[in-house]
């Protein structure tokens, strides 16, 4: 529909500014950006809608009033019939012609259908946008609730590059700390003298170093209702253990080097198993001295000062308020033992990246538990007179939750990525099998791969990032309903259409004449979706919301199927006919597979 709107609003700017001029009322510079023009709500009412409510109080009238003589003013037009339904000036458009400018624009645009407006031009084109997701710690491998946070990065990155943006993603590895000391502390204790290693208990190295970390809670606490075999020391021997690895003890490094490694790497794996990519990584350790060094600047300059137990503490009144919890006013930026805290590397962390790739907007995709500490940051970083700090975002999102309850990575209560992506490609596998698919298929074991990623990605991009979740395997991998394999579904069934069609000896028709034919009700609906996808991208380009595009691709198969059960195409009424339906379904298959990208959801030829 992009073309048409775009016509569209160019017949309503000249009919207002022909009106205003006809009321001697001067119209205001630039009134032609408060001129909306939407889909209407009701085919009934014609197919674009633009309200006149913005122009009611300089011309003091009422807006139904406006649009009925703003309408009778355009008259007749090329594109379709003026309507003025209550205070919107409507259209019923020529189908034939609308049609064939939205079929023709996603024949020629093909995987690039989508990126560029009604005036040609890609929305977000010149904007530099980094963004930053992920940020893994390297003692424990990704769990579920990394699985939407990266989800996430990567279809807004992947939207906002469809839009035109120049996207520059990367990962902040939290490589450092007294968390990371603790599985360091564990393996110490349990499995140093006995060399283990992760190659030779047969893990991941992610998953092994996590399992420390599960180990060292363990110790610390001691066993359930046995207070005499707790070791609440042990906290204090990783805080001991972090001073002398900020001493730069060679010991606690050649340590730190090896387990962060071992974590590391079986990120990675997972990252590149889940389709998932950065531009580049930043690590904490490398971080934290600069944001240390602009800390005591900033102490200097008086922006910050030394608390009665030699913290270094910023007042942060203006962002919580007055009333607040005393104890909220306060930020330790560094502790009194002169350590840093996540913010300190957070600091240097924004700090280095803007001088690595001076952007636009810098995106941070973390968790809603995180609201706080964001709005700090930014605070800190336009205090210490960093301009660009204003182009600071936080994408926050919410949890997902457990049927049992919240995750808890010291107890050991996670769901892990790598453990939950083996179960759904095993539940998928096991489905495929029992409907006798497995030999049609091709590989069966890379589509349940596929089903179980594109399941686990669209549950987690389906809600709107700041709503909680609960995650339901079960019901993501339905291939009914509102998920991934539904999708990858109908995908294959268009797949299968196209083909079936070319053995029964039709070829696509995309003429004028043709596509002139493809006015039915059931046509026409499927054929604006598909004219509506440009304005969605922008759209959620803009939100950085990946949930309208879900929705989206979800409703155009879903009206795709609706088509497809009232609309014969081999046994259509004419040879033309059939292939115009069949140039409709490619154009619609080529739509899905665009959006079915930017929501991470993998495209199967069979199912």
């Known amino acids: 529909m992009s073309d048409s709107k775009s016509d569209f609003k160019q017949i309503i700017c000249s009919a207002v500014e022909k009106y205003f001029s006809q009321k001697q009322i001067e119209l205001e510079p630039g009134f032609e950006n408060k001129i909306v023009v939407q889909n209407a709500p009701d085919a009934s009412m014609g197919d674009l809608g633009s309200p006149m409510f913005v122009f009611a109080k300089s011309l003091k009238m009422a807006p139904p009033q406006i649009a009925k003589e703003v309408a009778e003013l355009i008259g007749e037009v090329s594109i379709g019939k003026i309507l003025a339904v209550g205070p919107y000036v409507n259209i019923k458009l020529n189908k034939a ?149 900020e001493a730069g003890d060679p010991e606690v490094h050649a340590l730190w080097e090896k387990m962060n490694g071992w974590t590391f790497d079986g990120v990675k794996a997972t990252y590149e198993r889940t389709g998932i990519s950065f531009d580049k990584y930043y690590f904490e350790s490398e971080t934290y001295l ?120 010291r107890e050991g209560t996670v769901v892990d990525a790598d453990d939950l992506i083996d179960s759904l490609h095993a539940d998928a596998l096991a489905a495929i099998k029992e409907r006798g698919r497995d030999s049609e298929v091709g590989n069966a074991d890379e589509v349940a791969e596929k089903v179980a990623l594109g399941a686990l990605h669209y549950y987690m991009l389906q809600a709107t990032p700041i709503k909680d979740m609960l995650f339901n395997p079960a019901e993501s991998l339905s291939f009914n309903g509102n998920t991934g394999p539904y999708l990858q579904y109908m995908g294959a069934r268009i797949n299968s259409i196209l083909g079936k069609a070319a053995d029964a000896g039709i070829k696509e028709d995309d003429s004028d004449d043709a596509v002139a034919l493809l006015t039915g009700e059931d046509e026409w609906a499927l054929i604006r979706q598909l004219g509506d996808y440009p304005a969605v991208i922008a759209k959620a380009a803009e939100n950085l919301d990946p949930s309208e595009v879900a929705a989206y691709v979800y409703e155009t198969a879903k009206l795709f199927s609706k088509f497809y059960q009232n609309c014969q195409i081999v046994n259509a009424e004419s040879r033309q006919l059939a292939g115009a339906r069949l140039f409709l379904a490619d154009c619609t298959l080529q739509v899905i597979r665009n959006a079915m990208k930017l929501v991470l959801v993998p495209y199967l030829e069979k199912m």
Request: proline share 3%; with cysteine.
């Open 97 to 245: 012609d609308s049609a064939g400018k939205i079929l023709e624009a996603i024949k020629t645009q093909g995987d690039s259908y989508g990126s560029f407006n009604s005036e040609g031009k890609k929305p977000l084109e010149g904007r530099r946008v980094m963004i930053e997701f992920s940020s893994p710690n390297t003692n424990k491998p990704l769990h579920l609730g990394h699985v939407r946070n990266d989800a996430l990065g990567e279809s807004v990155s992947r939207i906002l590059k469809a839009a035109g943006a120049e996207v520059y993603k990367v990962d902040l590895i939290n490589n450092r700390g007294v968390h990371i000391c603790k599985s360091m502390l564990a393996y110490k204790m349990f499995h140093e003298a006995k060399g283990d290693t992760p190659e030779s208990l047969g893990m991941k190295g992610d998953h092994f170093v996590g399992q420390c970390y599960v180990e060292f809670d363990k110790y610390l606490k001691g066993e359930k209702d046995k207070p005499e075999t707790a070791h609440p020391e042990a906290n204090q021997m990783a805080e001991d253990m972090l001073i002398k690895w």
């Open 290 to 409: 600069k944001g240390k060094d602009e800390i005591m600047k900033g102490l200097e300059k008086g922006v910050f000062f030394k608390a009665e137990d030699g913290s270094v503490r910023i007042d942060v009144t203006d962002v919580v308020g007055k009333g607040k919890d005393e104890d909220n006013h306060e930020k330790v930026l560094l502790r009194k033992d002169g350590t840093s805290v996540y913010i300190t590397q957070d600091i240097g962390t924004a700090i280095s990246r803007h001088d690595d790739w001076a952007f636009n907007q810098l995106v941070y995709v973390v968790a809603s538990e995180q609201n706080y500490h964001f709005k700090i940051l930014f605070h800190i970083l336009k205090k210490l007179g960093f301009d660009w700090a204003d182009k600071l975002y936080h994408l926050s999102y919410g949890l997902v939750n457990l049927p049992s309850g919240r995750m808890k990575s």
